[in-house]
């Protein structure tokens, strides 16, 4: 396979990179380096190509004039030339467009049989070039679009002509792009949806890696950082990030000065990009260096606080290698689209106090130690700091999330999981799931700990499906998102489901062409009686707690509970005339649901539109977001280890074995007259 990346903004190329010596030299371009320098290592890739925009500006550097550049075995970058010959900043890059587009399109004609079987488009002003391409060449277009610009909006603010034309180009991107890379469930569920609903069905949550750095030294860092600082021997609050307002680095400083404790236990330092003094940068950036030195000057925290002009990559390590000995990475944006230098940073072994807008809410809580904190509220980034500065048994929590951080975010399980979207959306036959397309049966399962939990059992039921998939329309109904189900169901190398019943069966998703498509029958029946806004003043009073927002759907609200909140959201609900079905599961979580929905409703539904009875079909499941499906089917298969809120159901069958070797053996029960082999646990 031959790929390549566009990624037109700020200054990328061969590593070592000087980020930051723009607005716009930024954590995008380590991901596409990374990205890119991974999936050249893998057999099945023949050539990978990072096509940006050329320029003249020789104090930038004299390599980004150059038209090809070597970046590692087969992997290239490509500079296309543009009308302007100067460095441009992002906002006067779109007048561009037009003949980037057209140098990209003259550069894939001369390409002839080498041009790329998928282009990666990195935000939409490449998606443009991307999309003309797929027009030209019959190219697939993958689209990540790292930031977007509806979050820039505040709630009820009007955006300026600039960024509504931004707005524009990025829905047309979600809207057309073949698959769609994000990093973040917050972008995934939460974000992409906003601008194009059905968009979350070709989205695919894959995180990012870090490109390794040298192991650091904090020996240097603290003679780095002696010209500043009154006292090295301190533990430091590191934060890294482009000198511009939406990073908040002034309210950092306003957090450190407003606690005494922080200022005694740890100095501070901002990384905040490359420059040569103060005057010589944009405007934004120029203005946000002089709020640092006021914050700094204001409070008089002169030998507190260190602001470098100048750091190379060792410099990072070795600074990352000083937080760890005691001290704290803060990333205080008021919306982080993800957060590459967090992961570097966890993975160096320091811990993280970050926003709790964006990826972060992701990353913290997989890493499980930290704070999420509110970056509009002082007091709370104060908070956070001295939370994990002073946390009990913070040294050991520190190495186990260090541990988790190197095991989850890896550049290669990336390229992989990210080359499995891509021969799917080469190869995809674009053709629908029809009522037309007739099976026997149809095998409706839950994903996690039913078909999950057993790798050879998941192996056994892959193998056993493919050779049954034209008997058997496979159905997972999970109370994850579509998203989400689809990340699981790949990293357990798990069949593509003819459909996804997802969110605790509040919503139906078809595969067509390459992704899924949201059922909008089963929505409009499932939205009658429904009021999402009097569920949650009905529930105002009691003690449940809301799950994260990208927990929240449009047909689901979802709390943390157990069966014994029940009776009382009943009672509430009863009191304020409200209609909705209420569902604990895993005695932690429970769903509110419209009436009308629920896996077994769903179910039904896609079993009529196949045209097929009830007696066709066949359940497996293991708690209590199952329950309903597993009481209303007469084919229902409970693995060994489903959990004891089910213990109550009595016309079901109870495989003796775990997992997907359970659903198979109820499979074998319900269907299939001759000896089947069965997976071993």
């Given at each position: ?278 005057g010589q940068g944009c405007s934004e950036r120029d203005a946000v260096i002089a709020d640092l030195f006021d914050g700094v000057d204001r409070h008089d925290l002169w030998g507190k606080v ?10 990072i390590s070795d600074l990352y290698a000083l937080a760890a000995e005691g001290g704290v990475f803060c990333n205080p944006a008021f919306h982080e689209p993800f957060g590459l230098t967090l ?339």
């Amino acid at each position: 396979m031959r790929i390549m990346h566009i990624s037109l903004g700020g200054c990328l190329s061969a590593p070592p990179v000087k980020y930051g010596m723009t607005e716009d030299t930024g954590g995008h371009i380590a991901y596409v380096l990374g990205a890119a320098m991974a999936q050249a290592k893998l057999p099945e890739v023949e050539q990978v190509t990072i096509v940006t925009r050329l320029f003249d500006a020789p104090e930038l550097g004299a390599v980004f004039a150059q038209a090809e550049e070597d970046i590692a075995p087969k992997c290239r970058v490509l500079r296309l030339m543009s009308d302007r010959a100067e460095y441009l900043e992002k906002v006067d890059l779109v007048g561009e467009l037009p003949s980037l587009q057209n140098a990209l399109l003259e550069t894939l004609e001369a390409m002839g049989e080498a041009r790329p079987n998928v282009i990666h488009a990195h935000f939409a002003d490449a998606a443009e070039l991307a999309l003309a391409a797929r027009k030209r060449f019959g190219i697939t277009v993958l689209y990540t679009a790292h930031s977007l610009g509806a979050e820039k909006l505040a709630l009820g603010a009007t955006p300026s002509a600039e960024l509504r034309a931004r707005i524009e180009r990025e829905t047309r991107a979600l809207a057309e792009a073949d698959a769609i890379i994000a990093s973040s469930r917050d972008e995934v569920e939460r974000q992409i949806p906003k601008l194009v609903s059905n968009a979350e069905g070709r989205a695919h949550r894959i995180g990012p890696g870090v490109c390794v750095q040298e192991a650091g030294d904090a020996a240097r860092a603290r003679q780095m950082l002696g010209g500043f600082l009154r006292d090295v021997s301190k533990p430091i609050i590191l934060a890294i990030a482009r000198p511009i307002r939406k990073k908040n680095l002034r309210r950092l400083v306003d957090a450190y000065a407003s606690d005494p404790t922080l200022q005694e236990r740890a100095n501070l330092v901002i990384i905040a990009g490359l420059r040569d003094g103060l005057g010589q940068g944009c405007s934004e950036r120029d203005a946000v260096i002089a709020d640092l030195f006021d914050g700094v000057d204001r409070h008089d925290l002169w030998g507190k606080v260190a602001l470098p002009r100048q750091h190379s990559a060792q410099d990072i390590s070795d600074l990352y290698a000083l937080a760890a000995e005691g001290g704290v990475f803060c990333n205080p944006a008021f919306h982080e689209p993800f957060g590459l230098t967090l992961i570097e940073a966890a993975q160096a072994g320091v811990p993280l106090v970050a926003t709790q807008s964006g990826g972060p809410s992701d990353i913290l809580p997989e890493l499980g130690f930290g704070a999420l904190v509110d970056p509009y509220d002082t007091a709370s980034i104060t908070r956070g700091l001295r939370q994990v500065l002073t946390a009990s048994k913070r040294e050991l929590a520190a190495r186990r999330a260090q541990n988790i951080a190197r095991r989850t975010y890896d550049w290669t399980a990336w390229a992989m999981r990210t080359q499995r979207v891509m021969e799917a959306v080469t190869k995809v036959s674009h053709i629908a799931v029809t009522s037309d397309m007739r099976h026997d049966h149809l095998l409706a399962c839950d994903i996690d700990n039913t078909l999950t939990g057993c790798r050879n059992s998941a192996r056994a039921f892959a193998q056993w499906l493919g050779r049954n998939g034209e008997i058997y329309a496979f159905t997972v109904a999970t109370g994850r998102s579509i998203a989400e189900a689809q990340r699981v169901l790949t990293e357990w190398d798990l069949p593509t489901p003819d459909t996804i019943i997802s969110s605790t069966g509040t919503e139906i998703w078809r595969r067509e062409g390459s992704g899924f498509t949201l059922c909008e029958e089963y929505a409009a029946l499932v939205t009658q009686d429904w009021d999402p806004q009097a569920v949650r003043a009905a529930l105002e009073g009691t003690d449940v707690r809301f799950q994260p927002v990208y927990d929240q759907r449009r047909w689901k609200v979802s709390l943390f509970g157990t069966v014994s909140d029940v009776p009382a959201i009943k009672a509430k609900f009863y009191k304020a005339g409200v209609l909705a079905r209420i569902i604990p599961s895993h005695e932690k979580f429970i769903d509110i649901i419209p009436v009308r929905a629920g896996k077994a409703a769903a179910i039904r539904f896609e079993a009529a539109r196949r045209g097929m009875s009830d007696d066709c079909v066949i359940v497996a499941g293991d708690s209590g977001n199952d329950l309903d499906m597993l009481s209303r089917f007469e084919n229902a298969v409970l693995p060994a280890n489903a959990l004891a809120e089910l213990d109550g159901l009595a016309s079901v069958y109870r495989s003796p074995l775990k997992h997907a070797a359970g659903v198979l053996d109820g499979v074998q029960r319900y269907r299939t007259p001759q000896p089947m082999l069965m997976a071993g646990e």
